[in-house]
């Protein structure tokens, strides 16, 4: 049951990032990788028993892994396409930003991907094009930042971050609770 339990949350996780890949990609054939993906990942989560266990999810992992960077590349390099080579060096995958003030900064098209972004401050930033796979956003600053846009964005990491009715979010996104009286 815990094997089942475990596989079945991974498939989910993947399902809800190549949905968004799926809608982001600009490549036809990056966004139709994507779709596959996503039906072979639903129909193991609709199958029996023994087919979920006997899956081979690191492969589907792997895969998914490679469809989601690319949609990244192709998103943020949109932003880029004008001339925004500005970012800082520092703003890479796995980077440790803990505490860093990134507020009010044009951070457009930065890979953050698994990014250590605790306490971090990007009040009034523009997340656009972002990614934040897997980025931690613990008690971050994020009023007034734009990530309507933002690539890769959570639930959970929106809940465990702070910001307010300003902070703008994409649209499949609720506001957290405790953002209300900020």
């Known amino acids: 049951m815990f094997s089942a339990f475990k596989a079945a949350r991974q498939l989910h996780e993947m ?18 990788r994507a779709v596959q993906l996503r039906n072979t990942v639903e129909q193991a989560v609709r199958g029996e028993l023994p087919e979920l266990l006997s899956l081979d999810i690191r492969d589907l992992h792997s895969q998914v892994r490679s469809t989601l960077m690319d949609v990244s590349a192709e998103v943020r390099a949109s932003y880029f396409a004008a001339g925004d080579d500005h970012l800082d060096p520092a703003l890479t995958p796995g980077a ?25 401050d990007l009040r009034g930033s523009d997340l656009s094009g972002v ?4 980025a931690d956003l613990r008690d971050v600053r994020l009023e007034r930042a734009d990530l309507s846009k933002a690539l890769y964005l959570t639930q959970p990491q929106l809940n465990a971050a702070k910001g307010n009715r300003a902070t703008l979010l994409p649209s499949d996104l609720e506001m957290p609770p405790h953002w209300h009286n900020r």
């Open 15 to 32: 399902l809800w990032y190549l949905a968004e890949a799926q809608t982001r990609a600009f490549d036809p054939d990056t966004s139709r």
């Open 131 to 134: 990614d934040l796979l897997g």
């Open 96 to 120: 440790d930003l803990m505490g860093s003030n990134l507020s009010s900064r044009r951070l457009c098209g930065a890979d953050l991907r698994g990014a250590c972004l605790i306490a971090a």
